[in-house]
């Protein structure tokens, strides 16, 4: 304690009354099926690393090839003297996986958001964005200053509704994650293009969890619905289904340089290590050369998805392998939660404010690595857990 932990405390004990309070848990190995945590093997039902290239060996080895030839440091943000060969070949390869004329690294989600609605839009714009958007993305559409609307999620109908309404504007901006991050559903994106075109505004969408994921290819979930070629630009990340850290916006090359000369959390920031990029490049390759994973990865969800539904257990209006069983209350989703870590699975309870009030839930995600066993043990200790407390 010290003379100004007053002014903190009280925020944290209204948040533990609520059960809102959270803090950071360490996990003592690497990002795997399998985790150590607090000294017990568990399995891990909560990363996002889709297609387990995390910790896979040839992109582990691509980024230590990187640190040996080039440091650990940039040492300056992009545009002073931060760009190394492995940052502008990823750019490349990610364009070219695209199919787009050029991308631009960012050196995360958070921040590409943030850069790129800032950029886009300004105090003469509106943006129009989808209930659920995430948190970088409404936090990008504060920063822009452009006046904000919010359509009910994934409501095409009351989108049309607040864009029949909008006061004059210099620019129409329409805002949505590509796959939902805690309901795992996808955007209605051909209508939210269609729209887009029709109202001569500009379709965002922040690709995240649909990267590697969605989509025949892996392209994400702009293939998966079949408007890459309606959609001049998108971002999605690299944390995610890539296994490394870090975001990318593909499209035209004048937009990729207005890009450069905007956005702010691209030019006032330290350069992502060279490893970093050098180890994207080698997930990248992954992911086009072994499309079994991604089969796997649809596999495995489909045998949670199926036994979970079997059980009756309440879960979104998922079409991905983000499988989020709805508790509701808070305090019951943290008793699924520890239930769970007392029968050897990891997967903590999801609240608010991240998820609407009432909605707590237990977010699974599948991965590729995880074995049928680790699956059967999931749903075994739901069983368990459901034989002797009711969840639906
Ligand atoms: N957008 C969405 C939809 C996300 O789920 C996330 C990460 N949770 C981000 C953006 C932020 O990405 P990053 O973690 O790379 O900052």
């Known amino acids: 304690m010290n003379e100004f932990d007053p002014l903190f405390e009280p925020e944290l004990s209204r948040l533990d009354a609520q059960h809102w309070l959270r803090q950071c848990r360490v996990i003592e190995s690497a990002c795997a099926p399998e985790i150590v945590y607090q000294g017990r093997r568990l399995i891990l039902m909560a990363s996002n690393d889709y297609l387990g290239l995390a910790n896979h060996p040839a992109v582990k080895e691509a980024a230590a090839q990187a640190i040996r030839q080039y440091g650990i440091g940039a040492g300056a943000a992009r545009l002073i003297s931060g760009t190394q060969p492995p940052h502008h070949d990823l750019e490349v390869a990610l364009a070219k996986w695209k199919d787009a004329e050029a991308a631009l690294c960012f050196g995360s989600g958070y921040l590409a958001n943030l850069g790129l609605l800032s950029s886009l839009a300004g105090p003469q714009d509106i943006i129009l964005a989808d209930r659920l958007c995430h948190a970088s993305v409404i936090d990008g559409c504060r920063l822009s200053r452009a006046r904000l609307r919010i359509f009910h999620h994934a409501d095409v109908d009351h989108l049309e509704r607040l864009l029949k309404r909008r006061p004059a504007v210099r620019r129409t901006l329409i805002v949505t994650d590509g796959l939902f991050s805690m309901d795992g559903d996808l955007a209605p994106l051909s209508a939210l293009a269609r729209l887009a075109n029709q109202y001569e505004g500009l379709l965002v969408v922040d690709d995240a969890h649909g990267t590697g994921v969605m989509g025949a290819h892996g392209r994400g979930s702009l293939e998966a619905c079949g408007v890459e070629a309606d959609v001049p630009f998108h971002m999605g990340t690299l944390g995610k289904a890539l296994g490394t850290s870090g975001a990318y916006v593909v499209g035209s090359e004048t937009f990729v340089r207005f890009l450069v000369n905007t ?73 699924v939660a520890q239930a769970l870590l007392e029968r050897g699975i990891y997967a903590p309870a999801i609240r608010p404010p991240t ?19 680790h699956l059967d043990q999931v749903l075994h200790a739901f069983q368990d857990i459901l034989a002797s407390r009711s969840l639906t």
């Open 263 to 335: 956005a702010r959390t691209f030019l006032f920031t330290t350069s992502p290590p060279a490893a970093m990029a050098a180890a994207t490049i080698a997930a990248l390759e992954l992911l086009q050369r072994e499309p079994d994973r991604r089969a796997r990865l649809w596999a495995n969800r489909e045998v949670l998805f199926q036994g979970l539904i079997r059980m009756g257990l309440r879960l979104t209006a998922t079409a991905s392998p983000i499988l989020p069983v709805i508790i509701g209350d808070e305090a019951l989703a943290l008793g």
């Open 355 to 373: 998820v609407p009030k009432g909605s707590s839930r237990i977010r699974l995600t599948v991965t590729a690595e995880h074995t049928r066993e």
